[in-house]
């Protein structure tokens, strides 16, 4: 029998799985709209969660590592950029290196720094990062259970916020959209589509990065290297089921994190259910497989995977 306190912690549980596919969904989308595709998050997520566990080990604090996190993120982001728009190499050959390389370099420095181990030592997160509205309510409340995630888990929901803003009510949001359905047009009003595209696919790697560093600061507390585990495929693919729109791929998220959740709440013993736990952590990756299969056409930005030349007639 499920109880409240059950219902609030698979909610909760819900949010600090849905918020790092939210966070890199959210990049993934701000690389998109430019007119770059980055299939390189699942590599981007990955150093993210390594350097911000790594760093917040060695300097025993956590806000420190989601810097560095960033910062690795702002580094394969910009490597990108270079192949992609710069170089004008092919955008899914250069995603696809960047899902070699960033897992590569993130085991190689974790070998390097914890004395040949794969893994990093554990992120000490008590009295580090408070546990914000849950503290609010009574201990095994309903509510208590509900809102008991680390402060991280919400900063990725208003940082998500912040990105359908930017996108949505600015003015820059406008510029990006338009480079991103008609670059040449673009250019014609005044607007350096490859500082637009830079500053887009930079800020791409940055929310990946942050959404893979948020996982050693909620669900597990150290870094390992299947730590993502296509999680940054599946918020690709929360992107194409919300048809590139930040509201529909946060809710789309959500959906995911869900599924992660229920997976994890079946197989719970007290429920007695005598499912392999293999199949059920399946469920996340079924899910995604179905609701790509149902959602029908989902059109990407005009430009997007297109590169641009000023001097050409494209």
């Known amino acids: 029998m499920i109880s409240p306190p059950d219902i609030g912690l698979l909610i909760s549980s819900t949010l ?12 993934s989308i701000t690389s998109e709209i430019s007119g770059v595709v980055n299939i390189g998050i699942e590599g981007q997520m990955t150093i993210g ?8 080990v060695i300097t025993g604090n956590p806000w420190i590592g989601l810097a560095a996190g960033a910062a690795a993120g702002a580094f394969f982001g910009l490597l990108h950029a270079l192949a992609s728009i710069t170089f004008k190499a092919d955008q899914t050959i250069s995603g696809i290196a960047i899902n070699l390389l960033a897992p590569g370099a993130a085991i190689y420095f974790c070998k390097a720094i914890f004395d040949g181990s794969t893994q990093t030592r ?18 095994g409340s309903f509510l208590n259970y509900t809102f008991k995630n680390y402060v991280s888990v919400y900063a990725c929901l208003v940082l998500a916020f912040l990105v359908w803003f930017l996108i949505i009510k600015t003015r820059l949001g406008l510029r990006i959209r338009s480079v991103g359905e008609h670059p040449r047009a673009a250019a014609t009003l ?27 600061l909620s669900t597990v507390s150290y870094f390992f290297p299947s730590i993502i585990s296509g999680q940054g495929f599946i918020a690709i693919a929360a992107v ?18 869900f599924c992660k959740s229920l997976s994890l709440t079946l197989g719970n013993p007290k429920f007695g259910l005598s499912v392999s736990t293999h199949l059920l952590n399946m469920i996340p990756y079924i899910i995604t497989l179905l609701v790509l299969f149902f959602i029908g056409r989902s059109h990407a930005p005009a430009a997007s995977g297109k590169i641009y030349d000023p001097a050409g007639t494209a």
Not at 49 to 56: G, K, L, N, P
Not at 209 to 216: E, K, S, T, Y
Not at 244 to 252: G, Q, W
């Open 16 to 27: 600090t799985y849905g918020a790092p596919l939210i966070i890199a969904g959210m990049g």
């Open 49 to 56: 969660a390594f350097t911000c566990a790594a760093v917040s």
């Open 122 to 139: 554990p992120v000490e997160l008590t009295g580090k990062l408070p546990v914000v509205l849950g503290n609010l309510f009574a201990d």
């Open 190 to 216: 005044g607007i350096n589509v490859f500082s637009v595209r830079y500053f887009c696919v930079i800020l791409s790697g940055i929310l990946a990065a942050l959404g893979g560093a948020v996982i050693p």
């Open 240 to 257: 194409i089921f919300g048809k590139f729109k930040p509201k529909n791929t946060v809710l789309a998220c959500l959906l995911f994190g």
